[in-house]
């Protein structure tokens, strides 16, 4: 059984920085590419940032210059580092993971969500 775990996420105030740990657990072959999205009420689940195993980033314009992602490959963990933060920044955030279950398959696992408020 295949787990994403999340921590991390509060309510902070515009300006404030948080950071969100996400880390796979259970029994596979490897994880390849992570990624962090955010829903906010009444609004689409949109991707925020994503990395692959070597590290190669892409992130959504909104946030690009505020927020880090990176991983460790050794704990199979992906992080969010989100700096000056804005009210339109609260969404839950969801942690997304490609997970290779076998070395020739391979299926998208998601977090439990956590809660990111940003007051004004």
């Known amino acids: 059984q295949v787990q994403l775990v999340e921590s991390g996420g509060g309510l902070v105030q515009a300006g404030g920085s948080l950071r969100l740990s996400c880390a796979a657990s259970?029994?596979?072959?490897?994880?390849?590419?992570m990624g962090w999205y955010r829903q906010a009420p009444g609004e689409q689940r949109e991707l925020v940032a994503g990395?692959?195993?070597?590290?190669?980033?892409n992130y959504a314009d909104s946030v690009k210059g505020r927020f880090t992602i990176s991983r460790d490959n050794a704990k199979n963990t992906v992080y969010l580092q989100m700096n000056s933060l804005r009210p339109e920044d609260t969404a839950v955030y969801y942690c997304?993971?490609?997970?290779?279950?076998?070395?020739?398959?391979?299926?998208?696992?998601w977090g439990q969500g956590t809660q990111v408020t940003v007051s004004s």
């Open positions: 259970g029994n596979f072959f490897s994880v390849n590419t």
């Open positions: 990395i692959t195993p070597r590290s190669i980033t």
């Open positions: 997304n993971a490609n997970i290779a279950i076998t070395w020739y398959a391979s299926r998208d696992y």
